[in-house]
């Protein structure tokens, strides 16, 4: 293990200015596998060019409502460079160290008004195990604690797991059909805690 002095337990290189390292846990699955969530770094772009390889066409059309041969680098950085309020990302990993498989991605993006866009993606083979909830139940929290109210999100009409999925967390407040896609304005239905928001720092 490499010894970072920033203390750093991923022994890579520090944090970038706000990092939400509180957003950092290890939850277990539904069959008791334990996963590794933390907020998304820079430093994270290739593999998430390299876990949507592995996504089949179906759920890149589910999140994306294309199919792309591959996630272009370009995207790769920007939704890996986020400023962790307004953007943020969380994703989840197993393994070790530096040899740290990436499983899923969740995100809100800011949007027209104020109800952030969220989105979820979980490689196929670590579907309905439990993921999709953690890390929305984790988005919604994190979002909550940098003072979000509503969500927005855009789904396919027959994406029936990602609606229940919302439908579970959210009290929805308008729900406007578009073509293929289903728009849901929500807000979380529990209250949810998480610790809050760090202060953001001067420039
Ligand atoms: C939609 C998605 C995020 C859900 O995540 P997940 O990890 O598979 O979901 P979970 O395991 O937490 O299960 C959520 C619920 O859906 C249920 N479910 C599983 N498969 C289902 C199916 N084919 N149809 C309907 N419900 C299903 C599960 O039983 C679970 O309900 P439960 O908690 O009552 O048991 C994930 O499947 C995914 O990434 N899909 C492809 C991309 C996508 O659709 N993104 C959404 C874009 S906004």
Request: glycine share 6%; net charge positive.
């Amino acid at each position: 293990m490499v010894n970072d002095p920033s203390g750093n337990p991923r022994g890579l290189r520090s944090d970038p200015p706000g990092y939400p390292r509180e957003l950092e846990s290890d939850v277990a699955l539904r069959d008791g596998t334990l996963v590794r969530i933390r907020a998304i770094l820079p430093e994270d772009a290739p593999r998430l060019v390299a876990a949507y390889d592995r996504l089949s066409a179906q759920s890149a059309y589910q999140r994306f409502f294309a199919v792309m041969r591959r996630l272009p680098p370009d995207w790769a950085r920007f939704h890996a460079t986020v400023d962790y309020r307004q953007r943020l990302a969380l994703i989840a990993e197993r393994g070790v160290e530096q040899e740290m498989e990436l499983l899923a991605v969740a995100r809100y993006e800011p949007s027209d008004d104020d109800a952030p866009e969220i989105a979820l993606a979980i490689l196929d083979a670590w579907q309905n195990r439990g993921l999709g909830t953690a890390l929305l139940r984790a988005l919604l929290a994190a979002g909550q604690a940098r003072g979000i109210r509503k969500f927005r999100a855009w789904v396919l009409a027959d994406n029936t797991r990602m609606l229940d999925l919302i439908h579970r967390h959210g009290e929805i407040e308008r729900r406007r059909r578009e073509g293929a896609a289903v728009e849901l304005i929500f807000t979380p239905r529990s209250p949810v805690t998480a610790p809050p928001a760090p202060t953001p720092r001067s420039a």
